[in-house]
């Protein structure tokens, strides 16, 4: 089955006193590329969690996002609690600066609420303690949900991209059946049209030499054939489908494929030497490099 590298899930949960939600997306990469914007207070959340990953996932550049709320807290106010003996330092420290301001005549702008919460000290978050051992499980076990609706979404694109990169299989295996159909056509036309150069030649020169006539015949030959492009094509297209058919994660492979039909096919627009096989010569470059688009996007 073909996996594609794009993907996206979105899930949230609940469990140890907290909600929270998840957020995965994933574009094609090289490599498995993980990105996480993670609670930092959590204890080896993201060790874990990019341990699961990797396991999970092949290749692809992801980025995971998760946002933790203590149940009847806003987010962003995990454990936060006032320390009062701050508060105090803090307004006194402010009454103390404005007084000074205005025995030299500055007027300084009204402080706000949020402009005393940032000083330092002010909000503590060690008043409250968090099981964040008992979080951290809840969290993982809810990890295998998100990653299947994840991977469903990735086996959705997996079948659609099956699809499109069977069809252009099967285009550029009918276009190698041209190719071949073109070049037999060719041999008959390029053996007339060198019987009668040859004539030309002989009937302009005395003493021909026949041992290097035939060497540049032969090289000649050997240069214009084809053959050897379209039966190497021919499988490519062989293997193509095999890797099709393998459950496994075949996107390199597969893009290691991808070069070598468009090294051949390069090579038989080179040796043409005919209209009608260089158009499906070209033809062939097009739907292999359509091909190639897609084939960036299997895992």
């Known amino acids: 089955m073909t996996i594609s590298m794009t993907g996206f899930a979105a899930r949230k949960g609940q469990g140890a006193g907290h909600s929270w939600a998840w957020d995965i ?9 993980l990105r996480m914007r993670l609670p930092d207070w959590i204890d080896g959340l993201e060790l874990a969690l990019r341990g699961e990953l990797s396991k999970a996932l092949g290749r ?7 946002k933790v709320t203590r149940d009847g807290m806003g987010e962003g106010v995990e454990g936060l609690r006032l320390n009062p003996a701050a508060l105090q330092a803090a307004l006194a420290a402010l009454r103390e600066v404005e007084d000074q ?12 609420a949020a402009d005393v919460l940032a000083l330092r000290g002010v909000l503590d978050s060690s008043a409250v303690e968090v099981d ?9 076990a809810d990890l295998p949900a998100l990653l299947a609706d994840f991977n469903a979404m990735r086996a959705s694109e997996g079948a659609a991209l099956n699809a499109v990169i069977s069809a252009q299989i099967d285009r550029i295996a009918a276009l190698v059946a041209e190719a071949q159909a ?3 056509a060719r041999q008959t036309e390029a053996a007339h ?6 004539a030309k030649i002989l009937a302009h020169t005395e003493a021909a030499d026949e041992v290097r006539l035939a060497q540049e015949l032969a090289l000649l030959a050997v240069k214009n054939d084809v053959t050897e492009e379209i039966d190497r094509l021919t499988a ?7 890797l099709m058919a393998d459950p496994g994660q075949i ?14 096919a390069n090579t038989l627009c080179s040796k043409a030497q005919s209209i009608a096989l260089t158009r499906v010569g070209l033809d062939l470059k097009t739907v292999i490099d359509q091909m190639r688009e897609q084939v960036q996007n299997v895992e």
């Open 25 to 33: 997306r994933s574009v094609n990469g090289k490599g498995l590329d």
């Open 60 to 66: 692809g550049n992801v980025a995971l996002s998760l």
């Open 101 to 112: 301001a205005m025995q030299i005549g500055v007027t300084l702008g009204q402080a706000t």
């Open 132 to 140: 964040t051992a008992g979080l951290r499980g809840a969290i993982l």
């Open 182 to 184: 073109a070049a037999n």
């Open 193 to 198: 049209a060198l019987r009668e150069a040859i």
């Open 236 to 242: 490519h297209v062989a293997a193509a489908r095999a």
């Open 251 to 264: 996107g390199r492979k597969f893009d290691f494929l991808v070069q070598e039909f468009l090294r051949e």
